[in-house]
């Protein structure tokens, strides 16, 4: 990351692990665009849930050539519920369920400025996603700690994915010989995923396995 971070809280006590994890899900958007001018991070609790917690606001504004992406993001409390048992503990810190909260609020808000990051890359290179047609594959590799892996295409050849590409929030459930449908996009490291479906519902054992998978 050779850019610029700035991150500022407001209601929340600024620690090392907080930042941690700003810095770790920052770190990642370099995949989806290289030229980022500087980030700008906000982490806050509105006055009138500053006593109950929970209602994290976190705000990224990424500067980018000719322009500025801003994510505001407030995880409603379906999204809370259906995604904190996704979240991973860090490795030597058990977690307050309030903690958990914010850290959700983190990775959705990044997880939306990375998604924007990729429009606007497909913008910039005049990219026309309508046209594209997804193709069969199968997960070769998957790194779940993370968040990207590798599929199969049907030509042999190996393409990145990041799990923001995933559709339904599937990524978890992928393991080595899932079917999916890709398509496919030049990245500025070379091909890549820009969207991964599912071929079947997610969390149905595969009764045949590629003998080619690998999982490290």
């Known amino acids: ?16 692990t907080l930042e941690e994890w700003i810095r770790e899900e920052a770190e990642k958007l370099d995949v989806f665009y290289s030229h980022i001018v500087a980030c700008r991070v906000a982490v806050g609790v509105p006055h009138r849930h500053h006593r109950r917690g929970g209602a994290y606001h976190v ?36 977690l307050s369920p309030l903690h958990k909260n914010l850290h959700l609020a983190i990775k959705s808000a990044f997880r939306i400025a990375a998604r924007r990051l990729q429009d606007y890359a497909r913008r910039q290179r005049g990219d026309v996603k309508r046209h594209a047609v997804a193709a069969p594959a199968f997960v070769s590799k998957i790194f779940p700690e993370q968040d990207y892996g590798f599929l199969t295409a049907n030509d042999g050849r190996e393409i990145y994915f990041h799990a923001h590409s995933v559709l339904n929030e599937a990524f978890r459930n992928l393991e080595p010989g899932t079917e999916v449908f890709f398509v496919e996009e030049q990245g500025e490291r070379g091909p890549q995923a820009s969207t991964v479906r599912v071929a079947e519902p997610p969390g149905i054992p595969h009764e045949r396995k590629r003998a080619e998978a690998v999982v490290h």
């Open 59 to 94: 705000r990224v504004d990424l500067r980018v050539p000719g322009g500025e992406i801003v994510v505001n993001r407030e995880p409603s409390l379906a999204t809370e519920i259906r995604h904190l048992e996704q979240l991973a503990a860090t490795k030597h810190l058990e």
């Open 1 to 16: 990351m050779k850019w610029s971070l700035h991150i500022t809280f407001r209601n929340v006590m600024p620690s090392a």
